[in-house]
Every structure is written in structure tokens, then in C-alpha cells.
Antibody, heavy 124, light 107 residues
Framework: EVQLVESGGGLVQPGGSLRLSCAAS????????MDWVRQAPGKGLEWVGR??????????EYAASVRGRFTILRDDAKNSVYLQMDSLKAEDTAVYYC???????????????WGQGTLVTVSS | DLQMTQSPSSLSAYVGERVIITCRAS??????VAWFQQSPGKAPKSLIY???SLQSGVSSRFRGSGFGTDFTLTISSLQPEDFGTYYC?????????FGGGTRVQVK
């Protein structure tokens, strides 16, 4: 059974930093891409970014709203992915979900399993 | 960025009724569309990928279809556990983008 457990959320002041963690189990972590998706209170889903696997050179992609402030890091030895969030703004307040992507036989990766989410509140 | 326009934004339906939700992409994306269900207070759950492939363990009353720019999620016979919000997402190009969501409520 796939399990994704996020941690590290909490209250942080504007301009501050926070690192979210996602511990994965139940699948071969090193084979898969990993996404972060967020949901502001009462709003819809927003894709934050993606960390590719080593086979795809461990590169990353980000939404424009977080590029240059957020960094996705993977540790295949610990089956974990992290979201380093710097220069936080009030509009970053949201529940952050960790998502595992599986390979579509056509060559693309699609979101398959989700964690339970962790709440980040940016406020003074 | 590629936009996903979802409709309707909300609907009311009876248990047992057929429900159809649509998603239109701002440019052609083949079948690179996924659908998700979110019950109140819960994390999203994946239903469909590749426009029409059912995720493992998902009920066959959920059916996805479409190609290019127009996509549909059909719930053949709405059940009490199906009420919540549904989202489409395109994964053809970055940034990945979601539709605005469709809230399905009990009539």
C-alpha cells in the first residue's frame, strides 16, 4: 500500500522559511517523479512543482508563483522528498500535499497517490 | 500557460442520477488529462489518468473520455460517497494546471 506522510507545516512569519518533508513507502521511490500541490483555504488545487527521478537527471519544475523561492529536494536513500520554502508570503498559506507520479506508457507522468497534507500558515 | 476550464462550477443531483462534468483545454493536449475527487476535509483522490484509464481500485461507475481539447467525467449512478468536489488536471506541459473544480451536492 502506498503511503505518503507529510510533516513540517506550521505558522511562520512573512519572509521566513520552512521545510516540508514527505516520507514515502509502498512503491519504488527512486523510479517515480514526485509533485507538491497546494490548496489555499476554501480554494482549488494549485500545482507547486515536480522533482524528477535520477533516470531523468533529478531535475525540477516549478510554478511561476514559487520559482526562485521554493526548492524541491529528493533523498532516494531515505525515500523522502522535501519542499524548501523561502521568502514566504501570506499568499503561500495553504495545505501542501505530496503526490507520487506514475509513468504513463505514452511517456508522461501522471499524479496517482496523495498524502494527507500539511498546513502552512504565513502570518505575523 | 495552458488553461483548463471546468464546467459546471457546481451542480445538485439525486442519488442514482447520472452526472457529467466537462473540462476544456486552451490548446490540444492529446489524452494527458487526469481527474480527482476531493471529499470535504480530505485529501484529493485520483480517479482517472490518460483521459479514460481508471486508477486501481476506483469504481467502474466513473468513466472518463475525450481527446484534444474536450474532456468529460461521467458518474453513471451517483452514490452518497460521491458527493464532493472534482478537479481535472492537464499534465501535457509545464506548468501543470488544474480546472477550477466542480462541486457536486445532494439535491
Amino acid at each position: 500500500e502506498v503511503q505518503l506522510v507529510e510533516s513540517g507545516g506550521g505558522l511562520v512569519q512573512p519572509g521566513g522559511s520552512l521545510r516540508l518533508s514527505c516520507a514515502a513507502s509502498g512503491f519504488t521511490f527512486s523510479d517515480n517523479f514526485m509533485d507538491w500541490v497546494r490548496q489555499a483555504p476554501g480554494k482549488g488545487l494549485e500545482w507547486v512543482g515536480r522533482g524528477r527521478n535520477k533516470h531523468d537527471t533529478d531535475t525540477t519544475e516549478y510554478a511561476a508563483s514559487v520559482r526562485g523561492r521554493f526548492t524541491i529536494l529528493r533523498d532516494d536513500a531515505k525515500n523522502s522528498v522535501y519542499l524548501q520554502m523561502d521568502s514566504l508570503k501570506a499568499e503561500d498559506t495553504a495545505v501542501y500535499y505530496c503526490v507520487v507520479d506514475y509513468y504513463d506508457r505514452s511517456g508522461y507522468y501522471y499524479a496517482a497517490d496523495w498524502g494527507q497534507g500539511t498546513l502552512v500558515t504565513v502570518s505575523s | 500557460d495552458l488553461q483548463m476550464t471546468q464546467s459546471p462550477s457546481s451542480l445538485s443531483a439525486y442519488v442514482g442520477e447520472r452526472v457529467i462534468i466537462t473540462c476544456r483545454a486552451s490548446q490540444a493536449i492529446s489524452t494527458y488529462v487526469a481527474w480527482f475527487q476531493q471529499s470535504p476535509g480530505k485529501a484529493p483522490k485520483s480517479l482517472i489518468y490518460g483521459a479514460s484509464s481508471l486508477q486501481s481500485g476506483v469504481s467502474s461507475r466513473f468513466r472518463g473520455s475525450g481527446f484534444g481539447t474536450d474532456f468529460t467525467l461521467t458518474i453513471s449512478s451517483l452514490q452518497p460517497e460521491d458527493f464532493g468536489t472534482y478537479y481535472c488536471q492537464q499534465y501535457a506541459s509545464y506548468p501543470l494546471t488544474f480546472g477550477g473544480g466542480t462541486r457536486v451536492q445532494v439535491k
